[in-house]
Structure formats: structure tokens, C-alpha cells
């Protein structure tokens, strides 16, 4: 575990899915070991006892995390309150003389409040100016610290902002922007989720034994994991190898049907995988439940004690007698619309010891 020196954290999660945001932060501080404890959560906000610099890692690495950041006070939303509590913050413990500092107010909750944002972000600034004296410097460009205020419905958070998701970076690694395309590869952001699902941590041997394109491979990489993949059909192995050199990363590809892995030991800590199902990607004949089962059999041989495996599956291939019990307990699950005609469970194994 890591050192820890926890403070009351502020994240506010994307309002793409009900459950996963939460879910994948919680699973990225594991996997970074930073031990954290739940405070509480109002709409999109979740506030967390952590280490900020446990909470800073995770929402760099996060697909569904947005912004996190330390709170100074918690307030009801209104500028009289929220002044006074601005008068009893020292913030000398985030700023030095000449440092320059900005401001930020954003609501999560399209809900009416009447506080006036321009003119409130003005006012916190001048408090701050005045309350170091006049020896820092405002700049809301590129400020050393960046004060962030959360409005959500009737309360208000203020503190230093730590974190933002890597929005360039998912952008850059969308599937048609790589090399090698083809429909059925994963989008980043959830390829993202569901390595963090994994609790692969950077250096670990990571898995998907349905690699594809590599749209999983891609994202353990970038957090530095060592990718493995197996794919049945040579074409798309080559793909793959070529998606992830573009990216500059090193691959270990091997043609392998995933039912019979090619590898002996328990070295895989990790891993995530999006098997075929037949609609735009083949099975190669068989039947998608005899696969899915076929194969976690087989994984439950080479994944360590106490590793993770994440699977997306569409609903109507998800049964819970195709997981062997014996070799994994079902830790959770989440369930995803991708389109009309498609849901699909993001189902989180824990191989038993
Ligand atoms: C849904 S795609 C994976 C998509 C991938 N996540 C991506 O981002 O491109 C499933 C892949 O499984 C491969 N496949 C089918 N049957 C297989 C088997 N028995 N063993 C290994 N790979 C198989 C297919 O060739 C296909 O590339």
C-alpha cells in the first residue's frame, strides 16, 4: 500500500453511465494501492478520503472520471456562506508569493441557483489576491493552481484542482483515427473502463485473449502494462501489432485459439476481453456461449491468484452458469446500452486462490 496522507477529495464523474464511473475509480485505486474510504455523493459528485496524489493518478488514468479536486470547505450555495468560509481558508498551505492562481465555478446540476458564476469566480479571486497579500498573480490561462468550485443543486465545494481526464488522448487513439480499422473494435473510453475493471496495474503482464484490433491492448498499454494478445485469425493479429507499433508500443501477439492458450504458467495478472458474438465479428463457427465458457476455463489456468478478468458480453449470451464458480467468484457487474438493438453486461471475475 501506498503511504497515505488522505484529505477529503472532490471527482466529478462522467454522466455517461449510471454505475461505472464510480466503479472504475474505485478499481484504479486499488489497482494503484492507495487506500480510500467513501464520504459521500450527491448526483455526478463522489467525495472520497484519499491521498490526492492516489486521486490525481486515478483521474489521469480514468475513462469516466472528469475532474478531481482537493476540498478546502464544503458550503451551502449561497455567496454570503461561501464568502465567509473563503475568509477562513488558508490558502498559503497551495500558494507561494508570485505564484499565479485562477479560479474556475462549474455546475454539475442543471438545476436554477441564482448565484451569478462570473461575478462569484471574481469575487473568490480578489478574496484569494487579498488574502495573500497581494503577492500572487491571477492567470486563468496557465495558473500554478487552479481553484475549482463545484455548484451541485443547493451546495458548493471550493478547493485546489488536481486532475482532468486525458481528453486528447482518447481522441487520439479513436479506432478509424489507427492504422488498422474494422467495425467491431472497441471504442477507447470503454476499452479504458474496462482495463481499469481489471485492476491492471503499470507493469503487469495484461491479457485479452480476444484481442481484435487491440483496442483493449492499446489502453493497458498506455498505462504501462505489457500486452499480450491472442487472436485466432492471422490477418487481424498483424493488424493488431501494427495498431499498437503506431502508438509505439511493444506487442506480444500470438495466433491461438482461446481455448487453448499458448501459455503454461500463471504469469497474467490482469484481463479484459470483448469475445465475438457472431454479429460483427465471427466466431469462427462456434457457439458463443460454449466459446465464452470453453475459454474462461482455460484462463482460469494461466491468470494468477487474486487476478481480475473483465468480459463484455451482450445480454442475451450472459448466463452465470457459463462462469466456472469453482475458479472465479463474480465480483460486479454493469450493464450498457451501446445502441437500440444492443446492451451488453461489463461482467468484473476475481480469480479464487
Ligand atoms: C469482438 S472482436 C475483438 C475486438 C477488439 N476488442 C478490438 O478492439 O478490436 C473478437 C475477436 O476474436 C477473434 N476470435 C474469434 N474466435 C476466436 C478464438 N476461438 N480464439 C481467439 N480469437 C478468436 C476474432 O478474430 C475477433 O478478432
Redesign the pocket.
Known amino acids: 500500500m501506498n503511504p497515505t496522507k488522505p484529505q477529503l477529495c472532490l471527482f466529478i464523474l462522467s454522466g455517461e453511465h449510471e454505475t461505472l464511473p464510480e466503479a472504475e475509480l474505485c478499481a484504479v485505486l486499488e489497482a494503484e494501492d492507495y487506500a480510500f474510504t467513501i464520504h459521500n455523493r450527491h448526483h455526478r459528485i463522489l467525495l472520497l478520503r484519499v491521498d490526492p496524489e492516489g486521486a490525481k493518478i486515478a483521474t489521469q488514468r480514468a475513462g469516466l472520471v472528469n475532474h478531481a479536486n482537493i476540498v478546502a470547505f464544503e458550503s451551502p450555495a449561497n455567496e454570503e456562506t461561501i464568502l465567509h468560509f473563503m475568509k477562513k481558508t488558508k490558502f498559503e498551505q497551495w500558494l507561494k508569493p508570485q505564484s499565479r492562481f485562477g479560479v474556475k465555478i462549474t455546475r454539475v446540476k442543471r438545476e436554477p441557483n441564482p448565484i451569478d458564476v462570473d461575478e462569484l469566480q471574481g469575487k473568490l479571486g480578489s478574496q484569494i489576491w487579498n488574502a495573500m497579500n497581494g503577492s500572487v498573480e491571477v492567470d486563468l490561462v496557465t495558473p500554478d493552481v487552479l481553484f475549482l468550485g463545484v455548484i451541485v443543486g443547493n451546495l458548493f465545494f471550493f478547493g485546489p484542482h488536481l486532475a482532468s481526464r486525458d481528453r486528447i488522448g482518447f481522441f487520439q487513439r479513436r ?1 478509424p483515427l489507427r492504422p488498422f480499422f ?1 467495425p ?3 471504442n477507447p473510453k470503454i ?1 479504458r473502463v474496462m482495463v481499469n475493471l481489471s485492476r491492471a496495474a503499470p507493469s503487469d503482464r495484461f491479457l ?9 491492448l492499446i489502453e493497458a498499454a498506455d498505462i504501462g502494462c505489457f500486452p499480450i494478445g ?4 492471422i490477418s ?1 493479429l498483424a493488424g ?1 501489432r501494427k495498431n499498437l507499433n503506431h502508438y509505439g508500443f511493444h506487442f506480444n501477439g500470438i495466433i ?4 487453448v492458450p499458448p501459455i503454461r504458467s500463471k504469469k497474467v495478472k490482469a484481463i479484459a ?5 457472431g454479429r ?5 463457427g ?1 457457439a458463443v456461449v460454449n ?1 465464452i465458457e470453453k ?1 474462461l476455463t482455460a484462463i482460469a489456468e494461466i491468470i494468477e491468484p487474486k487476478g481480475y478478468l473483465c468480459l463484455a458480453l451482450p445480454l442475451e449470451y450472459f448466463k452465470e452458469e457459463i462462469i466456472p464458480t469453482d475458479s472465479f467468484e463474480i465480483v460486479e457487474m454493469h450493464t450498457m446500452r451501446i445502441h437500440r438493438s444492443l446492451q451488453r453486461h461489463i461482467v468484473v471475475l476475481q480469480k479464487k486462490e
Open positions: 479506432s474494422v467491431s473494435a472497441i476499452a485479452d485473449p480476444f484481442c481484435g484490433t487491440g483496442g483493449l491472442f487472436d485466432i485469425d487481424i493488431c491461438a485459439d482461446a481455448r476481453t470483448d469475445p465475438p458474438y460483427s465479428s465471427s466466431t469462427k462456434s466459446l475459454t
